[in-house]
C-alpha cells in the first residue's frame, strides 16, 4: 500500500484499465436519470415538415400548407441565466457575505438558495460546461482559452458534438440573445474574418452584445455587436454594465411586443466582479470605512452571518489563512488604508453589479413574466480572484507579464482606482476572505475556495419553498439539463448532422419540492492547471499540486502528479474542508484517487499538456501585412511585434499643414504603442504597461503632399521583453531616434485592440484623446516582422 496520500502509479494504470472496460460494455456513458420528452425534437434542425396541402392541376383545385414553425411547448417559461465573474462563496449578503445584493435576495426570497453548488475554477470552463451540459474538458475548454493547447480537452474548441443550452432552445421554439462575456471562441478566430462558428450568434444565440475575450474596460470596452467589433461610445459617463443592461432590456421588451406567445432565453453574463475592478464613484463611495477591520476580521464576521443565516452548519470551522498571506494586523498603515480602498471598490462594483441585474428582474416583472420565468442567479463562475497578488495592483497588464505590483505603485493612484485610469485587482488577502470559509480561491480545483459558488433559483409558478435552502451537491454542468426537464424537452440526439455526446450532467429539479431528497450528483472530478479533486457520494480526495496562484506567472508547480499529497475530507461533517482524513482513512482516499484517474480518462483529461504551446496563427508565417484604415483587430490576430524587431511604414497624403491623428496603434493606456502625428511632427509612442513611456519625435515636420512614413525597430536581442533602438524616417530620411527601455513580453494590454486610422478605446499615449482619428489621407499602414 502506498504511503499516506501520495498514489501509487500503479492505480492510474488499474483506473485506466476499469475505464476502458467499462467503455467497452457499455456502462461509462449516459444517466438513468436522463432527460425525456416525447414531443421535442430529436434532430435540430429537425427534417423539413411533410407537405400537407393539395397540389392540384389548377390554383382552385390547390390548397397551400406553409411550413410550420417549431413551437415551445405550451407555457413553457422564459429562462434568464445570470452569472458574475471572479465572485467568492462569502461575498454576496445573501449568503451571508459582506456586501449588499438586494437583486439576489429578493430572488432568493421568491426562490431558493443552493449552498452545495460548485463550478470549474476558472472562466472559460465554467462557461463551457454551463452551456453545454458536459465537463469542461469534455467540451473543450480545460483552460481558459488564451492558454489553449493542442491536446483534446485542451483546444479551446467547443465540440459540435456537444451542442450549447442556446442551440438547443432556439431549435425548441425560443428566441435567444446574450449579453456581456462570452469567452468561449478560440482567441486566434476573434478577428474580423472569423471563422464564426464558435462566436455566439452561431451557437444558437440570434443576438449578441458584449465582448469575447476574458475581461474587459468597463469604461471603454472592446465591444462585439453580434459578429462586429465597434468602438465604445463616445459618452464620458459611459459604463458597459449600464449598456448592456439597456441592451438587454431592449431586447426582451421587443421579443414580447412582437411574438408574446414565444419564450425567451436571456444569458446576461456581466464582465464583474473579474478585474479590472471599475464602478461610478458614488457605488465605491459607499463602502468607505466598511473594511478598515481588514481581511481576517470580515472572515470571522462573515463565518459568523452564515451561520446566522443557516447557510453554513454551526459546526463549520474557518480554514486557516495560508502563511504566505500577511495577518492584516502586520500591516502598515498607509498598506491598510490602500487594500481597504480596493476592497471598497470592488464592494461597490458588485453592489452596482446586483442594481443592474435588478434592472433586467423589474422589466420582466412590468411585462407580467416573471412569475413564469426561471432565473438562475450564478455567483462567481469560480472562486474569488487572487491575480491581483499579495498587494494588489494598479494595472492587471503586469501580471500576464510576469511582474508582480507594489503598493508603492498602487499608492500613487489611490484616488483613482475604479475609475477610467487604473486597471486594477484587490489583493490576494481580500479574495481569500471573499471565499469565506473555504480553503484557496479561483485557479484551484482541490478545494472549495476556486470551485464553490452561490447559486440562487427563482421560478414563481413551479417553486413553492420560497427562501427555501438546498444542500444537494451540484455541479455547474448540472444546469443545462435541468432547464431541460422543466421546459419540458430533452437534448437532442443530433444537431446539424452531428451525433451528439450524452449530457454528463444531472438534472436538479427534483430539489424544487423536496429539500431532504437525496442527491443524485453521485460523483464529480475537479481539476485545473494540476490541482484537482474527486467528489463522491459525500467524500473528497484533493491535491493541491503545490501550485500557488498569487505568485504570478508561470503556472507550473514541478511537482510529479504520481508522487504528491492528498487530502481527504467528509463533507457530510466537515462543510468548509478543515479536516483532513487522509492519515486516519487511507483506504477511503485511494478509493478515491483511482476513481479520479477513470474520470480523467473518461473524460479527456491529461497531466503536462498545458501551457505555453504555439497556438494558430491567423496567417501562418506571414512576415509582412497590409492594412487600411478603420480596422479593428484583438492582440491574437494582429501582427506580432513582440519579442523581435520589425518596422511599421504608413503612405500618407497630406492636404494640410494642421493634418493630425494616428496612423496605427495598438493597446490602449495600460500598454501598448502608437504612431502618430502631432503639432506636424511624426511621433511613435511606446506605453510599457503603463509604467513608463518612450516617446520618440521626429525633427522635422511631415511634408504636405505623399510621403512614407516610417518606424523601425531594432531589438537588442532576441529575448523575451527585450528593449532596444527605435528610428524614424520620413520619405527614407532618418528624423529621428531614441531607446525603447522595455517592451511586453507577452501582452501589449489585456483588451485594447490594433487600429489603423484612430485609436479607439483607451488613448497609448497621454499626448491625444481617443479615438483622435487622423483627419488628412491615410492610404495604408505595412507591418513588417523581422
Known amino acids: ?87 467568492g462563496f462569502g461575498h454576496p449578503s445573501t449568503f451571508g457575505g459582506p456586501i449588499p445584493t438586494p437583486t439576489l435576495e429578493r430572488l432568493a426570497k421568491n426562490g431558493l438558495r443552493y449552498n452545495r453548488f460548485h463550478t470549474t475554477a476558472l472562466c472559460s470552463p465554467t462557461r463551457a460546461a454551463l452551456l453545454t451540459g458536459r465537463n469542461h474538458h469534455s467540451a473543450g475548454t480545460g483552460m481558459i482559452t488564451e492558454l489553449a493547447t493542442g491536446f483534446p480537452g485542451y483546444d479551446a474548441i467547443l465540440p459540435p458534438s456537444a451542442a450549447l443550452v442556446s442551440q438547443v432552445l432556439k431549435g425548441n421554439g425560443y428566441n435567444t440573445a446574450a449579453f456581456g462575456k462570452w469567452h468561449n471562441t478560440p482567441p486566434w478566430e476573434t478577428g474580423p474574418t472569423g471563422p464564426f462558428d464558435r462566436w455566439p450568434t452561431n451557437l444558437g444565440f440570434e443576438y449578441f452584445y458584449g465582448f469575447l475575450g476574458g475581461d474587459t474596460n468597463q469604461w471603454a470596452p472592446s465591444l ?29 421588451r421587443t421579443q414580447k411586443a412582437t411574438e408574446p406567445g414565444k419564450p425567451f432565453f436571456v444569458y446576461f453574463a456581466p464582465g464583474a466582479t473579474h478585474a479590472p475592478h471599475q464602478a461610478p464613484k458614488a457605488w465605491i463611495d459607499r463602502f468607505k470605512g466598511q473594511f478598515d477591520q481588514g481581511w481576517d476580521k470580515v472572515r470571522e464576521e462573515t463565518l459568523a452571518r452564515q451561520k446566522q443565516l443557516g447557510i453554513v452548519p454551526a459546526n463549520t470551522i474557518l480554514t486557516p489563512r495560508p502563511k504566505s498571506i500577511p495577518a492584516w494586523d502586520t500591516l502598515s498603515g498607509k498598506d491598510k488604508r490602500l487594500y481597504a480602498r480596493m476592497q471598497e471598490v470592488f464592494a461597490g462594483y458588485l453592489a452596482y453589479t446586483d442594481h443592474e441585474v435588478g434592472r433586467v428582474i423589474d422589466a420582466i416583472g412590468e411585462l407580467g413574466e416573471l412569475d413564469n420565468t426561471i432565473v438562475v442567479y450564478i455567483v462567481g463562475d469560480n472562486g474569488a480572484s487572487p491575480e491581483g497578488g499579495l498587494t494588489g495592483t494598479n494595472n492587471e497588464g503586469k501580471l500576464f507579464n510576469g511582474i508582480l505590483d507594489s503598493a508603492e505603485s498602487s499608492r500613487k493612484l489611490i484616488d483613482q482606482l475604479g475609475g477610467p485610469l487604473a486597471y486594477n485587482n484587490y489583493p490576494v488577502g481580500w479574495a481569500h476572505a471573499g471565499n469565506t470559509p473555504f480553503q484557496w480561491t479561483k485557479q484551484i480545483a482541490s478545494h472549495f475556495g476556486g470551485t464553490r ?35 419540458g424537452i430533452r437534448p437532442p440526439a443530433e444537431v446539424n448532422g452531428i451525433a451528439q455526446k450524452p449530457i454528463e450532467g444531472v438534472s436538479f429539479v427534483y430539489t424544487f419540492d423536496d429539500p431532504q431528497a437525496k442527491g443524485r450528483h453521485a460523483t464529480q472530478y475537479f481539476e485545473m492547471l494540476g490541482s484537482r479533486a474527486l467528489y463522491h457520494d459525500g467524500w473528497v480526495a484533493a491535491a493541491f499540486h503545490g501550485r500557488i496562484p498569487w505568485a504570478g506567472f508561470p503556472f507550473g508547480s514541478g511537482l510529479d502528479v504520481d508522487d504528491e499529497p492528498w487530502e481527504l475530507y467528509n463533507l457530510d461533517e466537515d462543510f468548509s474542508e478543515a479536516t483532513d482524513l487522509a492519515k486516519t482513512n487511507p483506504k477511503k482516499l485511494h478509493a478515491l484517487q483511482s476513481m479520479f484517474w477513470i474520470q480523467a480518462a473518461k473524460y479527456h483529461r491529461t497531466f503536462g499538456r498545458l501551457l505555453f504551446n504555439a497556438q494558430p496563427e491567423v496567417a501562418p508565417g506571414r512576415t509582412t501585412a497590409r492594412f487600411y484604415p478603420g480596422i479593428i483587430l484583438p ?104 531607446r525603447i527601455g522595455r517592451t511586453a513580453p507577452n501582452v501589449l494590454s489585456i483588451d485594447d485592440t490594433f487600429n489603423v486610422g484612430m485609436d479607439i478605446g483607451t488613448p497609448v499615449s497621454d499626448e491625444y484623446e481617443s479615438p483622435f482619428k487622423f483627419t488628412d489621407t491615410l492610404e495604408h499602414v505595412t507591418i513588417e516582422l523581422k
Open 224 to 252: 462585439v455587436e453580434n459578429t462586429k467589433r465597434i468602438p465604445p461610445p463616445a459618452d464620458p459617463g459611459y459604463h458597459l454594465l449600464a449598456d448592456m443592461t439597456n441592451r438587454a432590456i431592449d431586447w426582451i
Open 635 to 738: 492582440e491574437a490576430c494582429a501582427p506580432n511585434t513582440k519579442n523581435r524587431s520589425s518596422s511599421i511604414t504608413a503612405i500618407v497624403n497630406l492636404h494640410s499643414p494642421e493634418a493630425e491623428g494616428v496612423l496605427v496603434a495598438e493597446g490602449g493606456r495600460f500598454g501598448g504603442y502608437s504612431f502618430y502625428i502631432k503639432n506636424g511632427k511624426l511621433t511613435l509612442c511606446y506605453n510599457f504597461l503603463n509604467m513608463a513611456r518612450y516617446t520618440i519625435r521626429s525633427n522635422a515636420s511631415v511634408p504636405l503632399g505623399k510621403s512614407k512614413l516610417r518606424y523601425e525597430f531594432t531589438a537588442d536581442n532576441s529575448s523575451r521583453g527585450s528593449c532596444g533602438l527605435g528610428k524614424l524616417f520620413i520619405n527614407d530620411q532618418q528624423v529621428g531616434e531614441g
Open 453 to 487: 459558488n452561490p447559486l440562487v433559483i427563482s421560478w414563481p409558478k413551479r417553486i413553492k419553498d420560497r427562501g427555501g435552502l438546498r444542500s444537494q451537491f451540484h455541479h455547474v454542468v448540472d444546469l443545462a439539463p435541468t432547464i431541460y426537464e422543466a421546459i
Open 1 to 87: 500500500m502506498p504511503s499516506h496520500g501520495k498514489p501509487s502509479k500503479s492505480i492510474a494504470r488499474w483506473a485506466a484499465v476499469v475505464f476502458w472496460a467499462c467503455l467497452a460494455a457499455g456502462t461509462i456513458f449516459g444517466h438513468p436519470n436522463a432527460v425525456r420528452a416525447a414531443d421535442s425534437p430529436t434532430r435540430l434542425p429537425p427534417f423539413p415538415a411533410e407537405f400537407k396541402g393539395v397540389i392540384g392541376r389548377t390554383i382552385r383545385e390547390s390548397k397551400p400548407d406553409f411550413p410550420q414553425p417549431i413551437r415551445a411547448p405550451k407555457n413553457a417559461p422564459n429562462v434568464v441565466i445570470i452569472m458574475t465573474d471572479d465572485t
